[in-house]
């Protein structure tokens, strides 16, 4: 199976409110990893009061090595979903991460910080159905951190997403991943 | 047990990314558990909730009970008549069970109890982690009695370890906790399931005579002090009671009778404890300062001993995963070398397993802890070991 890039832990955060999948994101992602990508990877996720209403997270370490300590402390990529999420999580960013926002709902304020923009709920509406938003940003997210393959990733989604949803999801994660190429120039 | 088409496989072999919660439910689908009684309550509810849909899909029975007084003597039911039986708590409901732990303990009644620690005492911080009822476990029922618990460090040890205490439990025909902690519950890793003929299941030893052949003595044993069990319902005449019994199971109110029941039901565990007791070892060979950790909190130890490694100090872990038997054996040993100057022992509670180490040792024994609700953090065991 094709590797990954090889590195040291990377943590990743997503932050969104109820309904725009980061948990399921965070899975895919975690699983893709260990599963097929032949690496350690740990997912939690707000539990709880915490994880009623407002800002919720998903994390994810992935890493070469078993990973002791499970919780994300200072995330090197943090995906915010909407205001709030940005908000409350932008500032743990670790000094040079990558930051990836869903740039109809969040303002970066000023002076912006450099970010990956992400329209990725109108991206989804376009393919037809808001419920991908997560798959497009997961796509973007391994276009643009190559933290897991690509393959790997895909085969994640199918042995998790039910049949008659796969083509749709394959076809979300397709135009994330195809978007991050394509915005090779953005920020690092 | 049942009639119904079996739809689902049993054991999920395979690789998986999977909840501790439900990979502790696959261990004990894949352990044999018959029958699952239980009430559902956080940071548990996960495992209830897998089994609720799993275990009649392959045969076993679930039943949600009014409380955990019902949960407990359900199991407790179940395993008399010969199911393999489990149930999952969170410290309340474990509190509730007491009582009837001490029945499955007298009556020599195989089950196993998954309690996932939270922040405790009372309802606490139902939400978040705690490691406060690992004494609980040893001392909770009144009287002496013999029990083993474990304590998973990784959703992969939820699996291993549900099965491992099926198979303790029906050994040695004692109730087995796992306990479990709100971390490891709810984080999600690789989970490897074996091939079913790979599970290593032991079950409980029968009779070795037909119902009715020859006279039949409930409580009679060898050498290894474990009774055969005829379960309620084959035709053997059996009686049970948690008043002080004899080889035949009827109250026999005498204290030499007592004495020497209740000294049985310890030493079932004592003389066997290297059989049930499991622990793993991390850099100890030139340790002088030795870190004890169970559970979530040894995740945290672990970082600190590979980061004070590099920092020179000459430190190692020794991860208890059986806490009960707790392996004094091996601390006495550790001590034996002469190298190591003090035990450091992190736990998500206010000193309980430290009191153990203190009775083993009189080097100092270092503490540190937290209440509940987080767990202590790689840099808060680091800060000690340098």
């Known amino acids: ?188 | 047990m049942s009639d119904a088409p079996q739809r689902e496989q049993r054991v999920l072999s395979g690789t998986h990314f999977m909840l501790g919660d439900h990979a502790c439910a696959e261990g004990a689908l894949a352990g044999g558990v018959d029958y699952f009684g239980g009430y559902p309550i956080t940071p548990s509810t996960e495992i209830a909730e897998r089994l609720a849909r799993r275990l009649p899909a392959v045969g076993g029975k679930y039943v949600q009970m009014e409380d955990e007084l019902g949960s407990i003597m359900s199991i407790l039911g179940a395993s008399a008549a010969g199911a393999r039986s489990l149930t999952a708590t969170s410290g309340p409901g474990f509190s509730l069970m007491m009582e009837s732990i001490g029945l499955a303990a007298m009556m020599e009644l195989p089950c196993v109890i998954v309690d996932v620690q939270r922040a405790s005492p009372s309802t606490g911080l139902p939400t978040m982690v705690g490691q406060s009822d690992i004494l609980q476990a040893r001392w909770g029922s009144h009287g002496d009695y013999g029990m083993a618990a474990f304590s998973p460090a990784s959703p992969q040890e939820c699996f291993d370890l549900t099965v491992h205490a099926l198979n303790v439990a029906d050994q040695y025909r004692i109730p087995v906790f796992l306990m479990m902690d709100e971390v490891v519950a709810h984080m999600t890793e690789r989970v490897v399931i074996p091939p079913a003929d790979e599970v290593p299941l032991v079950h409980r030893k029968r009779p070795d005579h037909k119902p009715g052949a020859q006279r039949h003595l409930p409580y009679a044993v060898g050498e290894d002090g474990v009774p055969a069990m005829a379960h309620a319902g084959e035709g053997y005449k059996v009686h049970m009671t948690g008043l002080t019994h004899d080889e035949r199971g009827y109250p026999a109110l005498t204290p030499a009778t007592h004495n020497a029941l209740v000294n049985r039901l310890v030493d079932k565990v004592r003389h066997n404890a290297q059989h049930i007791m499991r622990y793993d070892e991390f850099e100890l060979d030139d340790a002088e300062t030795v870190v004890i950790a169970f559970g979530c909190t040894s995740r945290s130890a672990r970082q600190a001993v590979r980061q004070a490694r590099q920092r020179g100090a000459k430190c190692g872990l020794l991860r208890l995963v059986s806490v009960w038997p707790f392996p004094e054996q091996r601390i006495r040993e550790l001590l034996q070398r002469g190298t190591v100057r003090r035990f450091v022992v992190p736990e998500v509670n206010l000193g309980q397993l430290r009191r153990e180490v203190e009775r083993l040792t009189q080097l100092p024994v270092q503490r540190i802890n937290h209440a509940g609700g987080a767990m202590p953090t790689p840099a808060d065991i680091l800060e000690v070991l340098l």
């Not at chain 1, 037809?128 to 940003?137: D, E, F, K, L, S």
């Open chain 1, 1 to 188: 199976m094709p590797a990954a890039r090889s590195s040291g832990p990377v943590q990743i955060r997503f932050g969104g409110y109820g309904g725009q999948g980061i948990v399921l994101a965070g899975t895919l992602l975690g699983k893709a990893a260990s599963l097929y990508d032949g690496k350690e990877a740990v997912f939690t996720q707000a539990y709880g009061p915490e994880a009623r209403g407002g800002a919720s997270r998903a994390d994810v370490i992935i890493a070469d090595e078993p990973i002791d300590y499970p919780y994300v402390t200072q995330p090197d990529v943090l995906v915010a979903l909407f205001q709030e999420a940005y908000t409350l999580f932008g500032g743990q960013l670790k000094p040079g991460g990558t930051l990836i926002v869903e740039e109809d709902l969040v303002r970066l304020g000023e002076p912006a910080p450099p970010a990956s923009l992400l329209p990725a709920t109108r991206m989804a509406e376009e393919l037809g159905n808001r419920i991908v938003t997560n798959v497009i940003v997961l796509g973007f997210l391994v276009g643009r951190t190559g933290v897991v393959s690509r393959e790997a990733a895909e085969q994640a989604l199918k042995t998790t997403v039910k049949p008659a949803a796969l083509e749709l999801n394959m076809r979300a994660f397709e135009a994330g991943f195809a978007r991050a190429l394509a915005a090779g120039a953005a920020p690092a």
